[in-house]
């Protein structure tokens, strides 16, 4: 089935079969694709092809994404972030030791296809329990977006589910439940209403949180 426009990628953490921790948005995914780790065993008989049994070990996940925020990717690796000070000298740290271990998360990735009577379909994939295989490759470079990628392997839950898939032509749409809270202005220098400020004083305004820059 031909595939297009990722839309959405959303995680949130596996804690048992069906129950699962608040979800959040890996913003502006670029790059999501799965591959099956298969066993096949000969079985007795005389049908070389017919006589084998096939079954899933795993899944092998690759995700990619500009701007991950530093807690999210503590909760992949199971490493710890603390924010320290307050604006404008407010720091995230990410602190990984060698014994930090990642747990279990579900993903779900969100695409629009074609080759469907439904122009504007959805291809709506959930992995129910998968985790961080080796380290994040992060890339730093000279370039509008830096882009973080991860691998992840996927296994089956207690109940033997491993992932599903809906396709149909109205797919709901993922949200964000991790961070509601609107951005509000912390500070700005010069001081509204200051006097004698210079004409070439720089001003600065200062947000409570990151913002995303837009032309709209």
């Known amino acids: 089935m031909p595939i297009k426009g ?10 048992s079969d069906g129950v699962y921790g608040s979800t ?7 790059k999501f694709s799965t591959t099956e780790n298969q066993v096949v065993k000969e079985l ?12 899933i070990k795993s ?12 807690s999210q990717l503590a909760d992949f690796l199971g490493a710890n972030f603390a924010i320290t000070g307050s604006t404008p000298n407010q720091r995230a740290r ?3 030791k060698t014994s930090d271990v990642g747990g279990f998360f579900r993903l779900v990735m969100r695409a629009a296809y ?10 709506l994939l959930r992995v129910f329990k998968c985790k961080l295989v ?47 809270t609107p951005l509000t202005v912390s500070s ?21 949180e990151a913002a995303q820059e837009s032309d709209s």
Do not use: C, H
């Not at 074609?114 to 291809?123: Q, V």
């Open 6 to 15: 990722l839309r959405q990628i959303q995680g949130s953490a596996w804690v």
């Open 24 to 30: 959040f948005l890996v913003p502006y995914p670029q």
């Open 44 to 55: 007795p008989g005389g049908d070389v092809l017919a006589d084998k049994s096939v079954t």
């Open 59 to 70: 899944m092998q996940i690759t995700m990619g994404w500009a701007r991950i925020k530093l």
């Open 94 to 96: 990410l602190t990984r």
């Open 114 to 123: 074609i080759g469907s009577e439904y122009p504007s379909g959805d291809y």
């Open 134 to 180: 080796g380290s994040p490759k992060i890339e730093y470079a000279t370039e509008e977006y830096a882009t973080v990628e991860v691998e992840m392997e996927a296994f089956e839950t207690d109940s033997g589910d491993f992932y599903e898939i809906d396709i149909n032509e109205t797919g709901a749409t993922l949200t964000e439940s991790s961070d509601v």
């Open 188 to 208: 700005i220098v010069p001081a509204d209403n200051a006097t004698g400020v210079a004409t070439s004083a720089v001003v600065t305004i200062t947000l409570s």
